[in-house]
């Protein structure tokens, strides 16, 4: 795919930069990068923050010609292509959290939040992501939130950004080959240790919780959750917890 970087020192959002570019026509491969977002937007309808320079905060534009079942992976995949990175280029040792959380030290490092608008040139889904480089000093937040620098990663953030592009490609150009659904599974299946026989709790739609053991992908991505009865449960969307045995 070919890329076109458009740089900003300051956004909204870049998510929704790229939308407005994508409702004006904007061609497959726009990357939409900022230093600072004044509304950074997260999944659920939370914000992401995302003070000046303290993170890489980039927003891709696709027009996939992809079955419908398969456009989930988009997001599996995205977090699959940073595992790559963190682990290549920063040296970490990262874990993916259902669906596409990137964790280190089980403190979440990157988050990834994919929109879909209908626009006059097709369907245009924008993939956002946020990686921490350093943390704000702001207890609420490091509880559960990691940076690089926290884990002793040390990159710029320019040489960052390219290598999220290039692992970006790769695996995008693989979830478009007529095996790349079942691949781009086995890859995240590879890459996290929620993908099977952990135990978790799942927060779905009005505030509902299932609390069990994780059983693998279903083809569009879905998370199988077996419950103590015996019955699997395919959860499309809603936040996961990793449960502790005391
Ligand atoms: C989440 O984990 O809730 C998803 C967070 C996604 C944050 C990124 S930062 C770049 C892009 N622009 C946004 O407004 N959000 C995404």
Known sequence: MHFRVLHFDILDSTNLEALRHARLGAEEGLCVVAKQQTAGRGRRGRSWISRSETGLY???????TLDERALPLITLMAAVAV????TESVGLKPDIKWPND???NEKKICGILAESAETPTGLAVVVGIGIN???PVDEAITASATAIESEGGSVESNALLAAVITSF???????????GPET???????RSTYFSGKEVKAEIENDKNITGMTDGLEANGALRIRTPDGEIHAIHAGDVTGLRRL
Request: aromatic letters at 8%; proline letters at 6%.
């Open 184 to 190: 781009v599974i086995d890859d995240w299946r590879q």
């Open 58 to 64: 980039l927003s891709m534009l696709l027009r996939p």
């Open 133 to 135: 480089l350093k943390l």
């Open 169 to 179: 490609d790769r695996y995008y150009e693989i979830l478009q080959t007529p095996s």
């Open 83 to 86: 595992h790559d990175v963190l």
């Open 102 to 104: 990137v964790l280190v």
